[in-house]
């Protein structure tokens, strides 16, 4: 009998010390993902996004392709709306796309690589191998990592990311603020390592073009062959035009920025008498066919003063003044249709679509395009961050 117990004790002593043996602790995990990262060719992943930011939540399809070494293709759908916005990155540069309205705006920007991104497996993968101080867990059939939110919105402070065991793979990814509140959630339904994406897979025209979304094939393709053809074809013509002649929208514009600046201010640095006053001799000249949207978040001591009809850059639009603790303007107009439209400044993640900051001398304007619609947030002294989430809440519903 005392054999009997003594073997069956062994017998468990080793079970438990092969069990400690084959699991890994986050230092043998972190390494491996340094490896994966360094050997990543291509991916295509595709989720759900939901932004806690405003009032409501508000929730996006997303679809990431990603071919090494710059090749990028993301697609943010809101499944309410039907509304599909494209960022591509391409040998020409950083363009976002509404194909629906055939519209493409054009980015000097390095983008992503000086901004991470949630959905993207390289931004995840290098927020845990970078930060030392992470936390490590396992969950069922998951790894956890908890570990610092680098992103360009200041007020997100940590995230939890959680990838399969066997291959890694992103399976969620929870960001939330200093108050530990959940404010963007990715939950990914499919993630697929070296997929080969169709040789049209990055082009912008391709992309545009409503009725034949490129795919991927099982044909390997040469990415940047295909885009040099693309170049030859006519896309690089687009970007010389659209960095070297700036559409009639963006003229106007730098041009009303600068009557912005005047010193003939009323007051409210979002806007100027000059500017108010130009824009009313304009106003009614065209009657507006979209719906005028409001903002569903205001910075606290922030209240709305006005609202006018204008014409802004050869458009019908509407214009909004806020003050208080902050003082900026909300300009809406719908331009025409452009091939490209070249956008100064710097790329700002809005979540939901791209958006450009462009710094005046006394202003700061955010410019971005949803459903058609161009927006423009002007004011001398609203936080970048607060910019954010009044653009965010822009999107969830009209007068």
């Given at each position: 009998m005392r054999r009997i117990v003594l073997i069956t004790a062994i017998m468990m002593l080793i079970t438990v010390v092969a069990s400690a043996c084959g699991a890994k602790n986050a230092d043998s995990v972190v390494k491996e993902l340094d490896k994966v990262q360094n050997k990543l060719?291509?991916?295509q992943a595709k989720g759900t996004m939901t932004l806690?930011?405003?009032q409501q939540p508000l929730e996006y399809k997303v679809e990431v392709w990603y071919q090494k070494d710059h090749y990028y293709r993301i697609a943010l759908t809101n499944a309410k709306k039907d509304i599909?916005?494209?960022?591509?990155?391409?040998d020409d540069g950083v363009f976002v796309l509404t194909p629906r309205l055939n519209k493409v705006f054009r980015f000097q920007s390095d983008w992503p690589d000086n901004q991470g991104q949630v959905y993207l497996y390289q931004t995840l993968l290098s927020s845990i191998?970078?930060?030392?101080?992470r936390q490590f867990a396992t969950e069922n059939d998951s790894y956890v990592f908890d570990v610092m939110a680098n992103y360009q919105n200041g007020s997100l402070a940590r995230q939890k990311i959680w990838l399969n065991k066997e291959d890694f793979a992103p399976r969620k990814v929870e960001v939330s603020d200093t108050n530990a509140s959940v404010m963007v959630k990715v939950t990914f339904d499919e993630f697929n390592f070296d997929p080969k994406f169709?040789?049209?897979a990055f082009d912008t025209q391709a992309n545009l073009n409503a009725s034949g979304t490129p795919s991927t094939s099982d044909q390997a393709g040469s990415t940047d062959k295909a885009n040099n053809t693309d170049n030859a074809n006519g896309t690089d013509q687009q970007g010389k035009t659209s960095s070297t002649e700036p559409s009639k929208d963006n003229a106007a514009a730098n041009g009303a920025e600068d009557q912005?600046?005047?010193?003939?201010?009323t007051g409210d640095k979002g806007v100027t008498e000059e500017q108010g006053e130009d824009q009313a001799d304009d106003a009614m000249t065209q009657p507006l066919d979209f719906l005028e949207l409001d903002p569903a978040y205001l910075p606290a001591g922030v209240a709305f003063k006005d609202s006018q009809e204008i014409?802004?850059?050869g458009y019908p639009g509407i214009m909004q003044r806020y003050q208080g603790t902050y003082n900026f303007t909300i300009i809406q107009t719908q331009p025409k249709d452009v091939a490209v439209s070249y956008t100064p400044g710097y790329m700002l993640d809005l979540g939901f679509t791209m958006g450009s900051i462009s710094d005046g001398e006394e202003q700061q304007t955010l410019t971005w395009t949803y459903e058609g619609i161009e927006y423009r947030l002007t004011s001398a002294d609203l936080p970048e961050s607060e910019m954010v989430l009044i653009a965010q809440s822009m999107d969830e519903g009209g007068k």
């Open positions: 060719e291509s991916y806690n930011t405003s599909t916005q494209i960022v591509l990155r391409n191998v970078l930060d030392q101080s169709d040789k049209n912005q600046g005047d010193t003939s201010s014409t802004f850059g």
